[in-house]
Every structure is written in structure tokens, then in C-alpha cells.
């Protein structure tokens, strides 16, 4: 059995796999790192490897402590990805986004991909037939952008998340969740209008933390796989150990 670890801007989300079946799910925040992966060694034995994706400044050594358990494997730039890189900054390119793009190449082979992402930012990636990773779009999430409304400014209030009545806001409260759910809905629905102009077929893959919250208000039908991110990390690392 597989533990993957996704080390998140906000959080850190885990699941078990068993071949490709997810056993469990596990969420929680970064300070509670080793307290909690022992809990889940301890519940779920025979794990052989823990994977890791990290784009928080959590780095290798946190998980050393466990080295004696299982192997470890910390994902890098330097792995096996089935993408050719495109990027013009292929070192800074996000290893979660790396580790989307290889779970649409390989879950959706041979056609266009468009992998958004709704969590702490959106990121979208495109990558294409050919297996060429192009790039995308990096935007701030739902609730960075009701933060920063409030700390960059002197009078509004921090809410959260809250449909709002309608895209015309009557209120201070109403102006500002109009402003940020709806601008993100067609943020995303224009998007996707775009790269519709512009290839003729394409899959949508909708993940992240907002997902299930967006998929249901995008003009586009896209059903939402919160756990698109971990799928793609075990099957990086089934790719990895194929191709090392
Ligand atoms: N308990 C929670 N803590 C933080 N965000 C939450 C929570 N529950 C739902 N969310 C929503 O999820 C979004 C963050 O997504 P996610 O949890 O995927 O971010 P993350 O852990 O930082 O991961 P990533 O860095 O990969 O985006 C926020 O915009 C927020 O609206
Ligand atoms: C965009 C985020 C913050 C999303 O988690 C992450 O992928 C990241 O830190 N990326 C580095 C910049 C880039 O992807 O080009
Ligand atoms: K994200």
C-alpha cells in the first residue's frame, strides 16, 4: 500500500491507495505533519512507500522520522514526469501542477487536457495530444481573494465564503461576496471559453478545495474529483517506479 502526502499552500490532504483504489482520506494542517502521519501508519500497517508532492515549505526532512517504516520518496523536477515540459521555466514550475498534468496524461491518454485546480490559488494547465505540457494560468482562490480584499484595504470586512443574492451587490457584504464568487465563476467560465475558441476537443479536470462549490455554478458541465491531486500522485509514482 501507497501513502501520498500533498503538502498544500494551506493544508495537507493524504490518502492510502491499494493499487488505484483509495483506501482512505485523511485533511489536516501543517503543524500537526508527524502527530498525524504516525496515526495513520499506525492505523492502516503495511504501507511500503510514502510519496510526497510539497509546494508548502514543508521539505524532506519532515518526513525522515518515518524512514525506518517505509521508503520514502520526495517528489522533484528531477523525477520521471510522461509530459514533455513546454514551460519556458520548467524549474519553477509548481511540482503539484507537474503532478496534475502527469495524472491527466496518463488517466486521459492522447487527447487535449485542461486540469484546473480551485484551492488556495487556481492554476490551470493545459497539456496537449502530444503529450506536451504548454502551461496555463495562475489566479488567486476563493477565499485569498475575500483576504485580500480585507487586509489590503482600510473598511472591508472579512467574510466568508456566501452565495451571493445576486450579481448586483446591495451591501457592503453583498457587493464583496458578488465580487469575489461570481468574478471567480467567470474567471473560469471565460477560461474555458477560451480554450474552446481554440482546440476543437478537450477534457476538463476540476479539482481542489472549491471544486465541488464551483462545478455546480460554471455555465460548463464539469463534474468536480476533489481527489484528482492524490490519484495523480500515486500514479506518478507507479509511473516513476516503471520508468526509473
Ligand atoms: N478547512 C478549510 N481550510 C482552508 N480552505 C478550505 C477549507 N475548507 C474549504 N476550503 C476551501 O478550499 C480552498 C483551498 O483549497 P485547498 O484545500 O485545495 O488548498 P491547499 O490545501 O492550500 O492546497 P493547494 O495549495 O494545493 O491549493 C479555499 O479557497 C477554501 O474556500
Ligand atoms: C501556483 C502554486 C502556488 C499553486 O499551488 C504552485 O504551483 C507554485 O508554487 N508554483 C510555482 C510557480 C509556477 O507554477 O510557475
Ligand atoms: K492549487
Do not use: W
Amino acid at each position: 500500500m501507497v501513502l501520498t502526502v500533498d503538502v498544500g499552500n494551506t493544508r495537507i490532504k493524504a490518502a492510502v491507495f491499494e493499487g488505484s483504489t483509495v483506501l482512505e482520506n485523511f485533511v489536516f494542517e501543517k503543524n500537526e505533519l508527524e502527530k498525524k502521519i504516525k496515526i495513520i501508519l499506525k492505523k492502516i500497517q503495511n504501507c511500503s512507500d510514502l510519496v510526497v508532492a510539497s509546494v508548502g515549505n514543508v521539505e524532506k526532512q519532515a518526513f525522515l522520522a518515518f524512514e525506518n517504516q517505509l521508503k520514502i520518496h520526495f517528489l522533484t523536477h528531477d523525477d520521471a514526469f510522461p509530459f514533455i515540459n513546454k514551460y519556458a521555466t520548467p524549474k519553477t514550475l509548481g511540482i503539484d501542477r507537474m503532478v496534475l498534468a502527469a495524472g491527466a496524461t496518463l488517466q486521459y491518454p492522447k487527447q487535449n487536457r485542461l486540469v484546473i485546480d480551485a484551492g488556495t490559488c487556481i492554476t490551470y494547465d493545459f497539456i496537449d495530444e502530444n503529450d506536451h505540457y504548454l502551461g496555463g494560468a495562475i489566479s488567486p482562490g476563493l477565499r485569498l481573494r475575500y483576504e485580500a480584499l480585507h487586509n489590503f484595504t482600510a473598511r472591508l470586512p472579512l467574510l466568508t465564503l456566501e452565495k451571493p443574492k445576486s450579481y448586483i451587490g446591495d451591501s457592503t457584504a453583498e457587493a464583496i461576496h458578488s465580487g469575489v464568487v461570481n468574478g471567480f465563476v467567470y474567471e473560469i467560465d471565460g477560461f474555458i471559453d477560451e480554450y474552446r475558441e481554440n482546440f476543437l476537443n478537450f477534457i476538463i479536470i476540476l479539482t481542489g478545495g472549491d471544486a465541488d462549490f464551483l462545478a455546480k455554478r460554471l455555465k460548463n458541465t464539469i463534474f468536480a474529483n476533489s481527489n484528482f491531486l492524490l490519484e495523480s500522485l500515486n500514479q506518478t509514482f507507479q509511473y516513476k517506479i516503471n520508468n526509473d
